[in-house]
């Protein structure tokens, strides 16, 4: 037996059996055909011409090892229940939509958007845009077709300093009350750490966060030490490869020898290279009371997500980030992602890529995670921007607060109501509504 051609099409058969060719013959085969296309390309996958996996929950599903218990008479169809996914296609859509406009409109080389639900883990959506239709995958292996949110790699930037500030919550040595001084620039060595928009005050622990400063951000690591801060990142799962049912992923870029150097640049989104989705898994623990829970893209249950997860911070220190991310939509750079009855809050993200060794003052990566709502946690929002540009509607600028936060808040108004969550119009501020609700908190 040998194949000659496959995927005739009706005329091409009928025309070779018209020859009467002794010793030739046709086989029907069955083909996979993707009726979200390019939509869910990342997630679904795709198989190979003999319909066998090879990325996606395609792969994923095969490498169980259906079927051969099939082939060997222990399963038929009938037997076996279709894997249900955690994927709102309505919501897939959408994120896809607006990371495809974004990518056009800030002419960015790239662009990403997931939403999770913080209670589960489980993946509601997932985008990476250029992206490819299953279809007719002919363009699928392009360098630029890359599943960038789980198999890229990027320093986050200042969503980052989510993390740093809640280790020093955590720790019990700082408090909402607390002060770092950001008159001065840091110097180690040959580095010397700025602000971008500089204080050039002390600030307390809020204002460090809603005014994003290097400085105050730095400090507070350092407060900590080398140790404690790789330590806390380890737990927070930012130092190991995240594996999910999705094949694609990477693992992370960690310095190999971590000095105070590498301490105040990581503390601030600089330094340490992870998956977008890897970030997206640390901050939702942060968010819904300190549970960190793999990210997963089947159905889950809250009590499956329970016994998952692992306590990696205090409760109070969870309420204490969501504050500080809703003051941030009140006051800071997250202005953008306050739609009027979803109570979102948010941080920004800007980071200079790597360019042949230096960090390019024009190249950038710009990410934005939104939490909805703040007061009472259910998704989280991320979009990233590889290289977005400046504009006339930004005024010149390409940092996260012009191009990944707005888009951030054009996806949360437009999956908040599919989401059934209820519009609540004149709620307090963030530290009445937030702060308040706990006891005992400053």
């Given at each position: 037996f040998i194949w000659l051609r496959r995927q005739l099409s009706p005329r091409q058969q009928n025309d070779i059996m018209q020859l009467g060719l002794p010793g030739i013959g046709f086989r029907t085969e069955n083909r996979r055909f993707y009726p979200a296309g390019a939509t869910t390309s990342y997630i679904v996958g795709m198989t190979n011409r003999d319909n066998q996996g090879i990325s996606g929950l395609e792969k994923y599903i095969d490498d169980q090892g259906l079927a051969d218990l099939q082939a060997s008479g222990l399963a038929d169809p009938d037997s076996l229940k279709p894997f249900k996914l955690s994927v709102d296609l309505r919501v897939q859509h959408i994120v896809r939509d607006e990371a495809l406009q974004a990518m056009t409109r800030f002419h960015a080389i790239a662009a990403g958007a997931v939403v999770i639900n913080v209670k589960t883990g489980e993946v509601v959506a997932m985008a990476s845009v250029p992206d490819f239709d299953p279809n007719n995958p002919v363009d699928a292996q392009d360098k630029d077709k890359l599943n960038r949110m789980s198999a890229g790699l990027y320093e986050m930037g200042s969503t980052i300093k989510s993390f740093t500030t809640a280790m020093a919550l955590d720790s019990g040595k700082v408090n909402l009350n607390s002060t770092f001084d950001a008159r001065h620039p840091i110097t180690i060595g040959r580095r010397t750490i700025r602000d971008f928009h500089g204080k050039n005050r002390i600030l307390t622990v809020p204002e460090v966060f809603i005014y994003s400063s290097n400085i105050g951000t730095a400090r507070m690591a350092l407060a900590l030490g080398v140790d404690y801060h790789r330590a806390f990142l380890k737990k927070m799962g930012q130092l190991d490869r995240l594996r999910t049912e999705i094949p694609e992923s990477?693992?992370?870029?960690?310095?190999?020898?971590?000095?105070?150097?590498?301490?105040?640049?990581?503390?601030?989104?600089?330094?340490?290279?992870?998956?977008?989705?890897?970030?997206?898994?640390?901050?939702?623990?942060?968010?819904?009371?300190?549970?960190?829970?793999?990210?997963?893209?089947?159905?889950?249950?809250?009590a499956e997500a329970a016994q998952l997860g692992k306590q990696v911070v205090k409760p109070e220190t969870s309420e204490r980030m969501r504050y500080l991310m809703r003051l941030n939509a009140e006051k800071g750079s997250a202005k953008k992602v306050d739609i009027p009855g979803y109570y979102a809050g948010g941080k920004t993200g800007t980071a200079e890529k790597v360019i042949n060794g230096h960090y390019s003052k024009t190249k950038l990566l710009t990410t934005f995670m939104a939490v909805l709502p703040a007061d009472q946690p259910k998704y989280l929002v991320t979009i990233i921007l590889d290289e977005p540009q400046p504009t006339p509607e930004t005024h010149g600028y390409a940092t996260s607060g012009w191009n990944a936060a707005p888009t951030a808040g054009q996806v949360v108004e437009r999956i908040a109501p599919m989401l059934g969550i209820t519009p609540r119009f004149n709620l307090p501020t963030a530290d009445k509504q937030i702060l308040q609700a706990t006891a005992g908190i400053r």
């Open positions: 990477a693992e992370p870029l960690v310095p190999k020898r971590w000095a105070e150097l590498n301490t105040v640049t990581i503390a601030f989104g600089h330094g340490l290279s992870v998956a977008p989705l890897q970030a997206v898994m640390g901050i939702s623990a942060l968010m819904n009371g300190g549970k960190l829970i793999p990210p997963t893209f089947l159905k889950r249950t809250e």
